[in-house]
């Protein structure tokens, strides 16, 4: 593998997922080799001839078999767009879609004459719908909690205030727990 350029690799990817059936196989093999690399599509434009190191090149081939094996290529990078916020995503949590973007503008709607609302995401993922929401409403107040079988869910991970990636809530109106507890939900205005 040594020699492998930028130009070289990304066709190699390209046609690795084509084989596979993957429908955006060209814009999914862009997208790997930009993660590997941390070089933007202008970079490759202007320097495509440029070798990449061996170990960037199996990373780079490794990602790409396994986005061939259909792992959605957000569990592969572990970055999801939702509500335009990037959120933390793995094979423990659901890939936010753009579909679910349309319930968190209902909920918003629904809360508009709501003052300092508290809101509960039970079972949450990637946290995406309740941080979209707190993001929206300062005066908001909310929990995540995890169910047992996604304790290990991207959520946390997220926006563990340890983490310093809280997608720019402030810690104290957003808390996590565990579904599997006892919860009192006269705490919320409307349960869904």
Not at 66 to 82: E, K, M, V
């Amino acid at each position: 593998m040594n020699g492998e350029t930028l130009t070289g690799l990304l066709k190699k990817g390209q046609m690795i997922l084509a084989q596979a059936g993957i429908k955006e196989a060209g814009l999914d093999a862009w997208l790997l080799l930009e993660y590997v690399t941390g070089k933007s599509r202008a970079y490759y434009f202007a320097y495509g001839e440029e070798s990449v190191t061996e170990s960037v090149a199996e990373r780079y081939l490794e990602l790409i078999s396994r986005r061939a094996g259909h792992i959605p290529l957000q569990h592969l990078t572990h970055q999801a767009f939702f509500m335009g916020h990037e959120f933390y995503v793995n094979k423990n949590v659901l890939v936010p879609r753009q579909d679910t973007e349309t319930l968190v503008e209902s909920a918003l709607e629904c809360m508009k004459a709501v003052k300092n609302p508290y809101i509960l995401d039970m079972c949450t993922g990637s946290g995406c719908i309740l941080i979209s929401i707190l993001k929206e409403r300062a005066d908001a107040h909310g929990q995540a909690w995890i169910c047992q079988m996604s304790t290990e869910s991207g959520c946390a991970e997220c926006t563990d205030p340890g983490s310093g990636r809280t997608c720019g809530i402030r810690t104290e109106n957003l808390v996590f727990g565990n579904a599997e507890l006892w919860f009192r939900t006269e705490l919320f205005k409307r349960l869904v």
